[in-house]
Every structure is written in structure tokens, then in C-alpha cells.
């Protein structure tokens, strides 16, 4: 039996404990959050369990084998590597950090101590990325020609971190995860509408070494909730709608073929439009965090490495960055 503490009871924290308290090998033994009402919720729900206003309680626990964090970003560095230098394996929330140095020292220090340091990119463990792996890595969509993706809705204003940080985030780690190539360079622009606040409404594009292109847009200050992303294949094509309730993606048999150019006019290229069948395939509709719990509680006992390994979130943290500092130069791309 794995048993666990979580630190952090605010928004998404109440959402691992669930879960891992319904995963087969663990158990939550323990709770930290700074707001006493919040715990009081939490032993409410789950009579008996520990609680503290104080993480380095839960941290100290010999009894204690894994730490869940779901604190602000800018917490998480600190209490991760209070919690491996205690030998505690570790599950952060994403972001895994705030800049890639402090992620680069949590994997040097988890790597030192043999331990499991797991992110939670909640997306790349739902059935229709794991999906949209598969047809990628199976050539199903030929050569990927685009990523391009809206992740839009009104609020949740975050005072923390910009827009980037809270939503381009999945995309880019869903992204990292089902295109086997990787960015070259970010560039992004972006404004902040409320003075002295985060920037709430970006565009990112990423660069690629190939002929791939990512294109992401985030907006805090949208009328309607958009969960879209488009996958263009020289083959086939794909539409991922994370908000429909079935049916979540759409594998489209479109594309173009090139013919040969017509010698008596440079200026005329032969295209033809081939337009084929659709389907949209039966997908698993587990949560993705009882998933992910499950992994996490695996790797510890198997000592395997994560499928969102800290190098995983290490890429991500270093493309947020690199789109941060674009914003700061009005959109030049940065490399990575």
C-alpha cells in the first residue's frame, strides 16, 4: 500500500484525493492546505484522515511514501524538493515549475534518490490523445503538416501566472506528447485588458526543424468555452472537440494531391481535392485522473519512469518560457 499526502485542497487537489483514495494500492494518508476551512471540508468527507495548515508536517511523515502537490506554480519547486529530500516520490501539478533551472534540479534530485517524479498533464492520459498518438506514431495521418488549437472561455482569471502558463500549457504538453518532433522556436504576442494583471489573451507559434507548424490560442475573455484542436495530415486529418461528450474525435479521409506542373505555364500547379470518408472512433471514457493515479502508484511500485516524466515537464517549462520572453519582444520567436 502506497500512502500518500496531498498538499494543496483548493481546486484540483480535492479531485486527487478522491481519485487516489479509489486507486488499488494507495491511500491518502494526509492533508495540507494554509486555509483551515478547506481541511475541515476534507475531514468532513474523509473522517479520520490527517490534517495540517503546515506541509512540512505531511513532508516529515515517515509514513508517508508520495507527495501530491496541487499548489500555486510558484510553490511547487520549494515543497518538491523538501518532499524528495525526505524520499518521498512526488506527483507535481502542472506547470512543473516556474523556470526550467528549478525543474532541471528536481530531476537531478530525483534521479539521485531513485525516486518517481510524475507531472500531471491530466490530457495526455484521456483516451482521445492516447488516440491520437496511435494514428500518429502508426502513420494513419501521413506527414503532420499542422497542430493548430483553441483553447478559449471566460475566466478563470488567474493572479499568478498569464494565460500561457494556465491553459496553452495542455496544449502544448499534448502536443509534445502525440508529435514525435519537437519545436526548434516559440513565438508569441499577447495583452492584458485588466491593468496590473497577467496577460489573458495570447497566440503562440511554434516552429519546427520540419515542415510542421503549431499554432495555439488561449483567451481568458471569451463569450463561449472552446476545446478545439486540428491535426492536418498529408492522409488524413483529425478534429479533437474535447467538450464533445462522445463523439471527441473526428478522423477526416481530406486532403490535397500536387500534380505534376504544366510546362507550358510555370504559373499553373495541378491540385486536386480528395474528399473521403469519416469516422470517429469508440473511445474509452475512464476519467483520465483515476488513470493517471493508477500510473503514478504503478511506477512507484515497478520503480518505472512516468509516461509525463519530469523531462516531459522540463520541454513544457522551457517552451512556456521561451513564449514568455517572445511576449516580451512583441512576438520575435525565441529558440529553444
Not at 517524479?117 to 482521445?128: C, G, Q
Not at 509534445?176 to 499577447?190: L, R, W
Request: with cysteine.
Amino acid at each position: 500500500m502506497i500512502n500518500l499526502g496531498v498538499v494543496g485542497y483548493g481546486y484540483w487537489g480535492p479531485n486527487m484525493v478522491r481519485n487516489f483514495m479509489e486507486t488499488p494500492g494507495s491511500k491518502v494518508k494526509a492533508i495540507s492546505d494554509l486555509i483551515p476551512s478547506r481541511l475541515e471540508k476534507a475531514q468532513n468527507r474523509y473522517p479520520g484522515i490527517n490534517v495540517s495548515t503546515n506541509y512540512e508536517d505531511l513532508v516529515a511523515d515517515p509514513g508517508i511514501d508520495a507527495v501530491v502537490i496541487s499548489t500555486p506554480v510558484s510553490t511547487h519547486f520549494e515543497i518538491a524538493m523538501k518532499a524528495l529530500k525526505e524520499g518521498k516520490h512526488i506527483l507535481v501539478e502542472k506547470p512543473m515549475t516556474i523556470s526550467s533551472d528549478q525543474a532541471k534540479r528536481l530531476i537531478d534530485e530525483a534521479d539521485k534518490r531513485k525516486l518517481v517524479l510524475m507531472v500531471d498533464h491530466t490530457f495526455i492520459f484521456t483516451s482521445a490523445v492516447q488516440k491520437m498518438r496511435n494514428l500518429i506514431s502508426s502513420n494513419e495521418l501521413g506527414d503532420i503538416y499542422y497542430y493548430d488549437s483553441t483553447r478559449v472561455n471566460l475566466g478563470l482569471f488567474q493572479h499568478d501566472v498569464n494565460v500561457i502558463w494556465d491553459l496553452a500549457v495542455h496544449d502544448l504538453s499534448i502536443m509534445d506528447f502525440i508529435i514525435p518532433e519537437k519545436p526548434i522556436s516559440v513565438s508569441a504576442i499577447g495583452l492584458s485588458h485588466v491593468t496590473n494583471q497577467p496577460v489573458n489573451i495570447a497566440y503562440l507559434t511554434l516552429f519546427f526543424s520540419g515542415n510542421i507548424i503549431g499554432q495555439i490560442n488561449v483567451n481568458w475573455l471569451a463569450p463561449v468555452k472552446i476545446r478545439r484542436t486540428l491535426i492536418g495530415g498529408s492522409q488524413k486529418m483529425i478534429v479533437y472537440d474535447d467538450l464533445e461528450p462522445s463523439e471527441k474525435i473526428k478522423i477526416y479521409d481530406k486532403g490535397i494531391t500536387v500534380g505534376d506542373n504544366n510546362p507550358d505555364n510555370i504559373y499553373q500547379i495541378l491540385i486536386n481535392y480528395r474528399t473521403g470518408d469519416m469516422w470517429a472512433p469508440k473511445l474509452d471514457g475512464a476519467e483520465a485522473l483515476k488513470i493517471e493515479a493508477l500510473h503514478f502508484i504503478e511506477c512507484i511500485e515497478k520503480g518505472s519512469q512516468p509516461e509525463t516524466n519530469g523531462e516531459s515537464g522540463l520541454r513544457i517549462v522551457r517552451m512556456l518560457e521561451a513564449a514568455t520572453e517572445s511576449l516580451s519582444r512583441n512576438g520575435k520567436p525565441v529558440n529553444l
